[in-house]
């Protein structure tokens, strides 16, 4: 005696429906086993050196940081959280030798680092702060326009410090508005 069928109405895609667009979404994604267009094939030194870049990048923006709050003591208490999420990102990224959270945010920042346009702090807070979201806007649209080229675990860890970046800039720039 054959089932009756379910009184129920089925919802979404059925599973023929999948089983003939699996294919195409596959030649879609391009499964590359992990080779980037490196030469080697491997895809390993362009991702080392994406994560060393952006692990430096980390380390000058928690420098930005540190060099804002050493000339406006005002914005410590609303800057440090910041900061410390910019240095726990340094150190996902493999860096975080010059970035630590236990640096004191009151220290002048060190002579022997390049000079570079974060030096120079804006004279009032409402500027300080609009040069500190533009760098992190900037290097969040920098790390999102990496993804493409990284492998999958270095692609999901720049998108999520890329995000990350995003949300700093607005909560650099809430008050502002």
């Known amino acids: 005696m ?27 994604t391009g499964c ?24 430096r990048d980390s380390e000058a923006l928690v420098e930005r940081y540190d060099a804002v709050i050493a000339a406006r003591p005002g914005l410590a208490g609303r800057l440090r959280p910041l900061r410390e999420e910019v240095v726990r990102h340094a150190r996902a ?22 000079a570079s346009p974060s ?22 649209d920098r790390r999102a326009k990496a993804l493409g080229g990284v492998p999958g675990e270095l692609a999901r860890l720049l998108a999520s410090v890329a995000a990350a970046g995003a949300v700093h800039v607005y909560l650099l720039t809430e008050e502002a508005a």
């Open 2 to 28: 054959p089932f009756p069928p379910s009184p129920r109405a089925r919802s979404g895609p059925r599973r023929r429906s999948l089983l003939a667009v699996a294919p195409a979404a596959l030649a879609l």
């Open 119 to 140: 030096a120079a702090v804006p004279d009032n807070d409402k500027d300080a702060l609009a040069g500190l979201a533009a760098a992190e806007k900037e290097l969040a």
């Open 32 to 55: 590359t086993g992990g080779h980037s267009g490196d030469p080697a094939g491997d895809g390993q030194p362009a991702a080392d050196r994406a994560r060393a870049r952006a692990a």
């Open 93 to 114: 990224l493999g860096g975080g030798r010059k970035a630590s959270p236990s640096a004191s945010p009151s220290a002048p920042v060190s002579s022997s680092a390049p």
